[in-house]
């Protein structure tokens, strides 16, 4: 049975009040489901976190590599959750010794401004040495030739606001902080509220200059809402949460029926360009957490609870793929994506080679992908990452809502 895609006004927002529902899902199948699943992707020495986690042939979890960066994000989620009274089971202290190892050696900007949120959070006094590093190399913001990328730009922008929310770093953080939300803003469409992915840079090849200035994934949208958020909570500049306002009400005006945060938006059009895949780390974590900061940094002005639930159902009710689960808890995971190519095919942003090529001719005329959605696969690998933010949502819903329910 294919699934037609509705037009993007076609939806009927919901009436009933669901933030209790909201917070039963979290609490009570995506937390304990995050730490189950955190717990088995900690590589056996305890230094951090596998690079991703695909279905074995036993029924068990298979590790693949380590990443720094997915180690840094569960950190965040952690951290969050510690604030609230909730302990793991496991411990993060050799993680964050490499992390921060990391952050001396070699790490780009966006990943040392993660590593600093999860510091920041814990109050460790290592979090202004790794502001220091950051400041250090401000330079490498600057440099033309070097494209900005908007996810990126967004983890440091967050990164430094924790830090000066927590009273870390004094001038030299929200001085970098400010310079960071220029260059932030420079990606940014203000007609839309969109983000590319990232800013031109002195590019030599103009199809690249084209594909990245003109189109922005949906982490090109989460990432910056969330930095803006805390940037306006870190200054009191009103400023930045009125954009992180507009691109958080962009997201919602074109959020599915079924409450799908579509994949790959043209900025200027202010549409989504290619619907698929739906990433299910979008539904739980990412769009519930941009939606929330914006919340959170408008001391509640600003409800998103109906999308955010939307966002939650989607998980137990997509339309693309009836009769496949998605939410595995026994194994501890949240299967990664409905996507229209086999897994064994895909390659970049998750698309095989006719969506990719499909995907550069959007750049170029803005061709909008509207067809029917008939066979769908479901990609059978977890990331870290995913259960990291899963918390990180969490916390900031109760964030948000604390003494209301």
Same mark, same amino acid.
């Given at each position: 049975?294919?699934?037609?895609?509705?037009?993007?006004?076609?939806?009927?927002?919901?009436?009933?009040?669901?933030?209790?529902?909201?917070?039963?899902?979290?609490?009570?199948?995506?937390?304990?489901?995050?730490?189950?699943?955190?717990?088995?992707?900690?590589?056996?020495?305890?230094?951090?976190?596998?690079? =991703?986690? #695909?279905?074995? !042939?036993? $029924?068990?979890?298979? /590790?693949? @590599?380590?990443?720094? %960066?997915?180690?840094?994000?569960?950190?965040?989620?952690?951290?969050?959750?510690?604030?609230?009274?909730?302990?793991?089971?496991?411990?993060?202290?050799?993680?964050?010794?490499?992390?921060?190892?990391?952050?001396?050696?070699?790490?780009?900007?966006?990943?040392?401004?993660?590593?600093?949120?999860?510091?920041?959070?814990?109050?460790?006094?290592?979090?202004?040495?790794?502001?220091?590093?950051?400041?250090?190399?401000?330079?490498?913001?600057?440099?033309?030739?070097?494209?900005?990328?908007?996810?990126?730009?967004?983890?440091?922008?967050?990164?430094?606001?924790?830090?000066?929310?927590?009273?870390?770093?004094?001038?030299?953080?929200?001085?970098?902080?400010?310079?960071?939300?220029?260059?932030?803003? =420079?990606? #940014?469409?203000? !007609?839309? $509220?969109?983000?590319? /992915?990232? @800013?031109?840079?002195? %590019?030599?090849?103009?199809?690249?200059?084209?594909?990245?200035?003109?189109?922005?994934?949906?982490?090109?949208?989460?990432?910056?809402?969330?930095?803006?958020?805390?940037?306006?909570?870190?200054?009191?500049?009103?400023?930045?949460?009125?954009?992180?306002?507009?691109?958080?009400?962009?997201?919602?005006?074109?959020?599915?029926?079924?409450?799908?945060?579509?994949?790959?938006?043209?900025?200027?059009?202010?549409?989504?360009?290619?619907?698929?895949?739906?990433?299910?780390?979008?539904?739980?974590?990412?769009?519930?957490?941009?939606?929330?900061?914006?919340?959170?940094?408008?001391?509640?002005?600003?409800?998103?609870?109906?999308?955010?639930?939307?966002?939650?159902?989607?998980?137990?009710?997509?339309?693309?793929? #009836?009769?496949?689960?998605?939410?595995?808890?026994?194994?501890?995971?949240?299967?990664?994506?409905?996507?229209?190519?086999?897994?064994?095919?895909?390659?970049?942003?998750?698309?095989?080679?006719?969506?990719?090529?499909?995907?550069?001719?959007?750049?170029?005329?803005?061709?909008?992908?509207?067809?029917?959605?008939?066979?769908?696969?479901?990609?059978?690998?977890?990331?870290?990452?995913?259960?990291?933010?899963?918390?990180?949502?969490?916390?900031?819903?109760?964030?948000?809502?604390?003494?209301?329910?």
């Amino acid at each position: 049975e294919s699934v037609t895609i509705p037009a993007i006004d076609e939806k009927q927002p919901l009436t009933e009040p669901v933030a209790g529902r909201v917070r039963e899902r979290f609490s009570q199948e995506l937390v304990p489901l995050a730490y189950k699943g955190l717990e088995r992707m900690l590589l056996p020495d305890g230094s951090g976190f596998c690079d =991703r986690a #695909r279905r074995g !042939a036993d $029924g068990k979890l298979d /590790l693949i @590599g380590r990443s720094q %960066r997915y180690s840094a994000m569960s950190l965040i989620g952690v951290a969050l959750q510690e604030r609230l009274g909730r302990q793991s089971s496991f411990s993060t202290d050799k993680v964050y010794d490499c992390l921060v190892d990391w952050v001396d050696r070699d790490a780009y900007q966006g990943d040392a401004g993660l590593v600093l949120w999860a510091l920041s959070l814990q109050e460790d006094p290592r979090a202004e040495r790794v502001l220091a590093r950051i400041v250090d190399r401000e330079e490498q913001l600057t440099d033309k030739r070097t494209p900005r990328n908007s996810a990126s730009l967004g983890w440091l922008l967050t990164g430094l606001s924790v830090a000066i929310i927590e009273g870390i770093g004094g001038d030299s953080a929200r001085t970098t902080a400010d310079s960071v939300c220029r260059l932030l803003l =420079r990606n #940014r469409n203000p !007609a839309t $509220g969109l983000c590319s /992915l990232a @800013g031109a840079g002195r %590019r030599k090849n103009i199809f690249n200059q084209r594909f990245n200035t003109r189109l922005g994934s949906f982490a090109s949208q989460v990432y910056p809402t969330i930095g803006l958020s805390y940037y306006a909570l870190a200054t009191g500049n009103s400023e930045p949460l009125d954009l992180a306002e507009q691109s958080a009400d962009a997201l919602v005006r074109l959020q599915g029926r079924e409450g799908q945060w579509w994949w790959i938006y043209d900025t200027r059009a202010g549409e989504p360009v290619m619907r698929y895949p739906v990433y299910s780390i979008h539904q739980d974590a990412m769009g519930p957490m941009a939606l929330l900061a914006v919340s959170l940094a408008t001391e509640g002005k600003k409800d998103y609870t109906n999308a955010v639930w939307k966002s939650l159902e989607w998980l137990n009710q997509h339309p693309e793929c #009836r009769d496949e689960r998605l939410v595995d808890p026994e194994a501890g995971v949240v299967w990664r994506a409905i996507q229209r190519d086999k897994p064994t095919r895909t390659g970049a942003f998750g698309l095989g080679a006719a969506e990719i090529r499909r995907l550069h001719v959007s750049a170029w005329t803005g061709l909008v992908d509207r067809r029917p959605f008939a066979t769908g696969y479901v990609c059978e690998e977890c990331r870290p990452y995913h259960l990291g933010w899963i918390l990180v949502a969490a916390a900031m819903f109760e964030s948000c809502h604390k003494g209301e329910l």
